[in-house]
């Protein structure tokens, strides 16, 4: 039996490479990429480059033939410097590419796997101003015309859409079929009658586009139905359940960075003569954040080699969820009041993980979804 915080050779090494691309190549830009809410187009080429936009898709069509594990890794490492960069690659790889490998037909995945493993952002695009936790009562409708559908409505929230050049959509070809209307599609950017719209201007995670989407009677192609007409509802939640765990990884990273900045400045600031690292108020706040990061690891952890295990891993997925984004609240907090005054400054990274941290209780299902997920597990 493995413990499972031990990792193979190589996801040491996977790990060891993106930590050194996260500190020594995105960290010098985080100010820069929040104050001015857009990420580098160079670093976002350089992920690509080094496979973090590909990590699951098979070698064949240039991806990296990874672990599900692997995602977790890199989310993981890039959120302890920059929670942002983190989206890039989660949205990419656990929802995106994910769906993709698992529903799409073989024409389908020589179309869009190469470019999504080179250069092209992918996103997902589910919510709507009246469809949130309550996700398939989605507005946006898809009208069969024969060879093409037609679709209209506007699509809200959407991360990534900035960058994005594919998306995978969903839409309701028969409203009066409920939820089994709902069907996947992927779509170009550049298709007729669709638009990225405004982009928001928001608290935290800024440097990670979020816009909303306008479908004018955009065409898609028939090919281009992802899965089966009507299963699109299956499709959404078992990558949401999936992309769940990515994002307890996301919190963890960001409490993890939260953490060791407050620890440093701990050691280094004195008062009454001393460090405040010795004083016990200081010592057992931090001692006990320790201890909640580490749990939070073990259930993202957990979650993640069950689902690469191919065993039932739903329930684990929102308890991880659950637990690191209500644990990494707490840390970004306390890191804050460790810093003192300092601490609510832009010079002091304790600031923007405080801002960053707010958004893990509310997408992919909020923290009362995750609990209405356990509840039906303990409750049939």
């Given at each position: 039996?493995?413990?499972?915080?031990?990792?193979?050779?190589?996801?040491?090494?996977?790990?060891?490479?993106?930590?050194?691309?996260?500190?020594?190549?995105?960290?010098p830009h985080v100010r820069e990429m929040d104050e001015q809410s857009?990420?580098?187009?160079?670093?976002?080429?350089?992920?690509?480059?080094?496979?973090?936009?590909?990590?699951?898709?098979?070698?064949?069509?240039?991806?990296?033939?990874?672990?599900?594990?692997?995602?977790?890794?890199?989310?993981?490492?890039?959120?302890?410097?920059?929670?942002?960069?983190?989206?890039?690659?989660?949205?990419?790889?656990?929802?995106?590419?994910?769906?993709?490998?698992?529903?799409?037909?073989?024409?389908?995945?020589?179309?869009?796997?190469?470019?999504?493993?080179k250069d092209q952002v992918g996103c997902y695009a589910l919510s709507?101003?009246?469809?949130?936790?309550?996700?398939?009562?989605?507005?946006?409708?898809?009208?069969?015309?024969?060879?093409?559908?037609?679709?209209?409505?506007?699509k809200l929230w959407i991360s990534n859409a900035s960058e994005g050049?594919?998306?995978?959509?969903?839409?309701?070809?028969?409203?009066?079929?409920?939820?089994?209307?709902?069907?996947?599609?992927?779509?170009?950017?550049?298709?007729?009658?669709?638009?990225?719209?405004?982009?928001?201007?928001?608290?935290?995670?800024?440097?990670?586009?979020?816009?909303?989407?306008?479908?004018?009677?955009?065409?898609?192609?028939?090919?281009?139905?992802?899965?089966?007409?009507?299963?699109?509802?299956?499709?959404?939640?078992?990558?949401?359940?999936?992309?769940?765990?990515?994002?307890?990884?996301?919190?963890?990273?960001?409490?993890?960075?939260?953490?060791?900045?407050?620890?440093?400045?701990?050691?280094?600031?004195?008062?009454?003569?001393?460090?405040?690292?010795?004083?016990?108020?200081?010592?057992?706040?931090?001692?006990?954040?320790?201890?909640?990061?580490?749990?939070?690891?073990?259930?993202?952890?957990?979650?993640?080699?069950?689902?690469?295990?191919?065993?039932?891993?739903?329930?684990?997925?929102?308890?991880?969820?659950?637990?690191?984004?209500?644990?990494?609240?707490?840390?970004?907090?306390?890191?804050?009041?460790?810093?003192?005054?300092?601490?609510?400054?832009?010079?002091?990274?304790?600031?923007?993980?405080?801002?960053?941290?707010?958004?893990?209780?509310?997408?992919?299902?909020?923290?009362?979804?995750?609990?209405?997920?356990?509840?039906?597990?303990?409750?049939?």
């Amino acid at each position: 039996m493995t413990p499972l915080t031990e990792f193979s050779e190589e996801e040491q090494m996977y790990r060891a490479q993106v930590r050194q691309f996260a500190r020594e190549r995105i960290g010098p830009h985080v100010r820069e990429m929040d104050e001015q809410s857009k990420f580098r187009a160079d670093l976002l080429k350089e992920m690509f480059q080094l496979g973090l936009m590909g990590i699951e898709i098979p070698e064949e069509y240039g991806g990296q033939g990874g672990s599900f594990f692997q995602c977790v890794i890199a989310v993981e490492e890039l959120s302890v410097i920059d929670p942002s960069a983190a989206i890039l690659v989660d949205v990419q790889n656990t929802i995106v590419n994910n769906a993709i490998i698992k529903w799409a037909t073989d024409a389908q995945k020589r179309q869009y796997l190469p470019g999504l493993a080179k250069d092209q952002v992918g996103c997902y695009a589910l919510s709507e101003a009246g469809s949130g936790s309550d996700a398939f009562a989605m507005a946006t409708t898809a009208v069969d015309e024969g060879d093409h559908f037609l679709l209209n409505g506007r699509k809200l929230w959407i991360s990534n859409a900035s960058e994005g050049k594919i998306f995978l959509l969903f839409a309701n070809a028969n409203p009066a079929a409920g939820y089994k209307g709902i069907t996947a599609f992927l779509i170009e950017r550049e298709f007729a009658g669709f638009q990225v719209g405004k982009k928001e201007d928001k608290l935290g995670l800024r440097a990670s586009s979020t816009c909303e989407l306008i479908l004018d009677n955009c065409r898609v192609p028939r090919e281009n139905v992802l899965g089966e007409v009507g299963k699109g509802y299956k499709i959404a939640i078992e990558t949401l359940n999936e992309g769940r765990i990515a994002i307890g990884a996301q919190m963890i990273g960001l409490a993890r960075g939260a953490h060791d900045a407050a620890v440093a400045y701990a050691k280094q600031r004195k008062q009454f003569g001393k460090a405040i690292s010795e004083f016990q108020g200081v010592q057992f706040p931090l001692a006990e954040m320790a201890i909640e990061i580490e749990a939070a690891r073990l259930l993202v952890y957990n979650a993640a080699r069950l689902r690469d295990a191919g065993k039932p891993f739903v329930t684990e997925a929102a308890m991880a969820k659950y637990f690191s984004s209500v644990m990494a609240e707490k840390a970004a907090s306390l890191a804050v009041e460790t810093f003192g005054g300092i601490g609510i400054t832009k010079d002091c990274p304790a600031e923007k993980f405080y801002r960053d941290v707010k958004i893990g209780r509310i997408y992919e299902g909020t923290s009362n979804m995750q609990l209405m997920t356990i509840g039906k597990k303990l409750f049939g």
